[in-house]
């Protein structure tokens, strides 16, 4: 609190009036989405009346997470085989309630399998409950010897004006014996099981949507699980 006293003058009866001057405070730049600050005010007059009230408020913030990615380049079939060297467009959801601003992301891997080539991208402003694609590929290579399938793991540091944060997500290798990219709705709607197994906007590989088992609402995963739909 910088200013945390003030003047509001004669009040009448079921009237309102505004603080002179403002109340002033600032919030640290690394306060989560969602936190709730309390504020306890006490307000007195001429005839040393005393009245307090309880004062809250939520703070605002990004939540930067992976979201997808897609692979351009290669043999074209979307898929980064052993041996070829694509460029990977990533998508970053603003999981949050405030928009992101001068984003921009590092990728690394420990993954012998994958080399990353060029390792850092820029995304611009994420608007709160946005997606965005990265603005430059990240270009990646897969070692000629991999064995397929295989899921490389990958580390993204994410920046931006008052914002840092770590997310992982996979890289696939080769293929795999049952492949659906979730994009067919023809397909995919075919499979849902339950009501719990179901297309959803959530993390994804292919562009848009991925498989997700729980419900949408709460975000949490359906316990037990019903059995995979294929």
């Known amino acids: 609190l910088s200013i945390d006293s003030a003047w509001y003058g004669n009040i009448a009866p079921n009237d309102s009036a505004l603080s002179t001057p403002y109340y002033n405070f600032s919030i640290a730049s690394n306060c989560p989405n969602n936190h709730n600050i309390s504020f306890m005010a006490q307000f007195s007059d001429v005839n040393d009346s005393l009245w307090t009230s309880d004062l809250n408020v939520t703070v605002y913030a990004p939540v930067l997470t992976y979201h997808g990615y897609a692979v351009l380049g290669g043999n074209g079939n979307g898929v980064l085989e052993p041996g070829e060297t694509v460029d990977l467009m990533v ?11 001068n984003v921009t992301a590092t990728i690394s891997t420990s993954d012998t399998y994958l080399t990353i080539l060029t390792d850092t991208a820029s995304y611009g402003e994420i608007a709160a409950g946005n997606t965005v694609q990265c603005q430059t590929p990240y270009v990646v290579q897969a070692d000629s010897l991999t064995t397929t399938p295989h899921v490389a793991q990958v580390v993204m540091s994410i920046v931006g004006t008052n914002y840092a944060s770590v997310d992982t997500f996979g890289v696939l290798i080769g293929t795999i014996g049952f492949l659906d990219t ?6 995919t709607t075919q499979y849902t099981v339950e009501g719990a197994w179901h297309r959803t906007q959530r993390k994804s590989y292919s562009p848009t949507y991925s498989w997700w088992n729980g419900s949408e609402g709460t975000g949490q995963y359906s316990t037990p699980p019903p059995p995979i739909p294929w």
């Open 91 to 101: 998508t970053l959801e603003n999981e949050g309630g405030a928009n992101a601003a």
């Open 182 to 187: 979730v994009e067919d709705t023809t397909v």
